[in-house]
T-cell receptor, first 112, second 112 residues
Framework: DTAVSQTPKYLVTQMGNDKSIKCEQN?????MYWYKQDSKKFLKIMFS???????INETVPNRFSPKSPDKAHLNLHINSLELGDSAVYFC???????????FGQGTRLTVV | GNSVTQMEGPVTLSEEAFLTINCTYT??????LFWYVQYPGEGLQLLLK?????DKGSNKGFEATYRKETTSFHLEKGSVQVSDSAVYFC???????????FGQGTILTVHP
């Protein structure tokens, strides 16, 4: 019974393509996030949604567009993929302020 | 906003050695503090947490104490095992809809 699940786990695609990553949480949390982890393991927040409303957008290129159809889902669509987009993308969800977040297993995106 | 600084890695130890990974934070107010662990190919898992000054979080033999006077939350384990090899992240809770601020991560490798 996975708490935060994201698909796919691996994604290999060519430059210029458009791709989506899906995320779902069954924890009843109001807030969901997308993080990007680079090859040096550094984690950087990209977006945060609270009750389907965009709260945080951390200077991410507008090729990245999050979509939250309901508070249990936060998908990430990426247009015109570039080599530099290769990374591991993590979805997470959290409850109230100042509490922990729960992470999905990650999606390893490789752009060739 | 908050910031978190971890000791530089990677850290390499022999089995049964003592482990310390330093973590300091800067924040307005008193954030909750967390240690997450990321095993190879997996997502982040919460290892332990502390919500106020002088609290000690502990789990799986790991411990960390919330030190307000030194703004620190160092991770310790008395005797590491090969299975502890992973990336460890220190994080501070946020007032902005639960946004966590992560340190840069410390790669730990334990040899038999």
């Amino acid at each position: 019974d996975t708490a935060v699940s994201q698909t796919p786990k691996y994604l290999v695609t060519q430059m210029g393509n458009d791709k989506s990553i899906k995320c779902e949480q069954n924890l009843g949390h109001d807030t969901m996030y997308w993080y990007k982890q680079d090859s040096k393991k550094f984690l950087k927040i990209m977006f945060s949604y609270n009750n389907k409303e965009l709260i945080i957008n951390e200077t991410v290129p507008n090729r990245f567009s999050p979509k939250s159809p309901d508070k249990a889902h936060l998908n990430l669509h990426i247009n015109s993929l570039e080599l530099g987009d290769s990374a591991v993308y993590f979805c997470a969800s959290g409850g109230q302020k100042n509490t922990e977040a729960f992470f999905g297993q990650g999606t390893r995106l490789t752009v060739v | 906003g908050n910031s978190v600084t971890q000791m530089e890695g990677p850290v390499t130890l022999s089995e049964e050695a003592f482990l310390t990974i330093n973590c300091t934070y800067t924040a307005t107010g008193y954030p909750s503090l967390f240690w997450y662990v990321q095993y190879p190919g997996e997502g982040l898992q919460l290892l332990l947490k502390a919500t106020k000054a002088d609290d000690k979080g502990s789990n799986k033999g790991f411990e960390a104490t919330y030190r307000k006077e030194t703004t620190s939350f160092h991770l310790e384990k008395g005797s590491v095992q090969v299975s502890d090899s992973a990336v460890y992240f220190c994080a501070a809770g946020g007032t902005s809809y639960g946004k966590l601020t992560f340190g840069q991560g410390t790669i730990l490798t334990v040899h038999p």
